[in-house]
């Protein structure tokens, strides 16, 4: 997803995590993620640094941030003005109504990639977005009445529905504490980019409803 404000030009993917690439005249940019709790209007801070658009200034070219499952999040960009200081430049909140999305189906059972197929109809009921599915099942893959030309397009977001194991070499992994868990924040802990907690004692429903955040 492109857009250009004034001299910077940004470009989101939600692909896998979030992306924000920033092409503009100031040589560093503010890159910051907030997510919006249940019921609150208030956003908490989830994970912020700075990006460079010059080559060897010791900063990032880019900002990731690879939590996949979904949440309600908004991404702020900032530059520095002499005057004020940092200034917002642009602003997005996730938003998928009306958008493109691909759900990728990661199991080999049939039974359960129809309860996940079951999850995504919820999921798009109440998002309102349109949906492509991607499955190793070829009589499943049209089970969304839409037909869409996806070659070469930029979907607004992509799902994996699957069982994905942490990273033990994460440098997220958190302190012994909390044997397993990674943290974001300083507040916002889960147990893998793609899953909000531990799926290996969960059923096939369970496990898609924390990736959509489904109750």
């Known amino acids: 997803m492109f857009t250009q404000i004034n001299n910077e030009k940004i470009r989101l993917n939600?692909?896998?995590g979030i992306t924000v690439h920033v092409d503009g005249p100031q040589p560093y940019y503010l890159v910051e993620v907030n997510e919006f709790k249940k019921n609150s209007d208030t956003p908490v801070l989830i994970e912020s640094y700075h990006i460079t658009t010059k080559?060897?200034?010791?900063?990032?070219?880019?900002?990731n941030l690879p939590i996949e499952f979904y949440f309600d999040f908004e991404i702020n960009i900032y530059c520095f003005n002499e005057s004020i200081g940092l200034q917002k430049i642009?602003?997005?909140?996730?938003?998928?109504?009306?958008?493109?999305?691909?759900?990728?189906l990661d199991t080999s059972n049939l039974e359960e990639a129809q309860i996940w197929i079951n999850q995504i109809k919820k999921y798009q009921s109440i998002h309102n977005c349109k949906i492509v599915l991607e499955s190793m099942f070829d009589e499943?893959?049209?089970?969304?009445?839409?037909?869409?030309i996806t070659k070469g397009i930029d979907f607004y977001k992509v799902y994996r529905i699957g069982?994905?194991?942490?990273?033990s070499s994460d440098w997220r992994?958190?302190?012994p504490r909390k044997e397993g868990v990674m943290w974001f924040g300083y507040w916002k802990t889960f147990w893998s980019y793609q899953h909000p907690r531990c799926w290996t004692d969960l059923s096939s429903k369970e496990i898609i409803n924390d990736i959509l955040c489904i109750e």
């Open 90 to 104: 642009f602003s997005h909140r996730y938003n998928d109504n009306g958008k493109l999305l691909k759900f990728v």
């Open 14 to 16: 939600f692909h896998s």
């Open 163 to 167: 069982r994905y194991p942490k990273s």
């Open 140 to 148: 499943l893959n049209n089970s969304f009445n839409e037909k869409y």
């Open 173 to 175: 992994t958190i302190d």
């Open 55 to 63: 080559p060897g200034l010791g900063y990032s070219s880019y900002f």
